[in-house]
């Protein structure tokens, strides 16, 4: 199946995507860096990423046109107007590109799409704008004319819903039930046309905090995978303590694959600097906690990494040591908190690569809504063929 790319970044949708059998028709990017980085591993003949049509464009100047009737548009718009450590102005932030995103569906008129953003969009005071994009999604073919305002846009829409050529279903997740070692909530749209008269379904998560719960303070057998004694003392959260004795007291085994933590996905990594055929595991000096910023327990899944307006912000993207010591992520282990390997090289200053990643997709997620939404559009072509046998 056949996609195209907005807001590409680094990879981490796009990846997702190519493990799940798309074929990218063209990926766009406007930064440089970000450019430069999956170039570089083209040149280096990454799996995936060799056969990324790759263009520097910025998306208010493309022409979708060429491109029409690709199966699906997919992307991550800009988060920073709607993200909780941003300045939340939403639309009004010239950074908004969801009027962009509405653009190239109606150029383009995909048979389904994939949109992932922050968890702040969701918030009360950007109700009115999450439903203009919505609506807008849903019904591309009826423009904001000029002059009009977004509110005014936003009751025309409203009052020609029965015109929608998407069905679009609105999903809230957590990157960490879906196998990325990090806590990143999100919201994903996902859009089918009408006529193709298909149900979306939801992905079911695959992994859960209770089964890692499970796996530590029941059975133990997290800490045997790493060749570790059990701790003596219970879970320091009084939720994940109270969970542990739920648990404990009935005695049967959460169902699917335990959350991934840190001290999982780094794995094999050793210490930065350790191996000389290990790109990008380098110790990054001055990292310190303080009061709501206290880093990332080792034995659980990190939190969601973080771009910053500035730079990496402080406090933020560490690693917190049982002894209460910290350390920033090295760029090879914030690749892997969002599933890029370990071939897959970042050139350019650490503070330039931690803002890649800290805005990327979890590859991890966007594989498995993938895979859904190919299964939706693979079940609707069987079902044509059958009816026309």
Sequence with gaps: MRSVELFTGCGGLALGLS???????ALIERDGNSVRNITHNKVCGLQHVAHWPILREDVRYVDWRPLARVDVVAGGPPCQPFSIGGKHRGHEDKRDMWPEAVRAVREI????FLFENVRGLARPAFAD?????????????????????????????????REALYDIRILKVNAADYGAPQKRHRIVFLGVRKDLDIEIETPIPTHSHERLLW????????????????????????????????LRQHMIPPTGKPWITCRDAFSGLGEPGSRDDLANHIFQPGARSYAGHTGSPLDEPAKALKAGDHGVPGGENMIAFADGSVRYFTVREAARLQGLPDDY????????NMRQLGNAVPSMLAEVIARRLAGLLS????????AAA
């Design 109 to 112: 008129g995909p048979r389904a």
């Design 345 to 352: 090289e970042f050139i350019g200053s650490w503070t330039e």
């Design 379 to 386: 079940r609707e072509r069987t079902d044509k063929r059958k």
């Design 19 to 25: 493990r799940a059998g798309f074929r990218h028709e």
């Design 215 to 246: 796996d530590q303070w029941i059975t133990g057998r997290y800490w045997e995978r790493h060749g570790l004694s059990r701790p003596s003392e219970e879970p320091a959260g009084a939720n994940d303590a109270r969970v542990a004795r739920r």
């Design 129 to 161: 704008y999450l439903r203009w994009i919505e609506l807008s999604l849903a019904a591309p073919q009826i423009r904001i004319d000029e002059n009009e305002s977004r509110d005014a846009h936003l009751r025309r829409l409203e009052h020609r819903r």
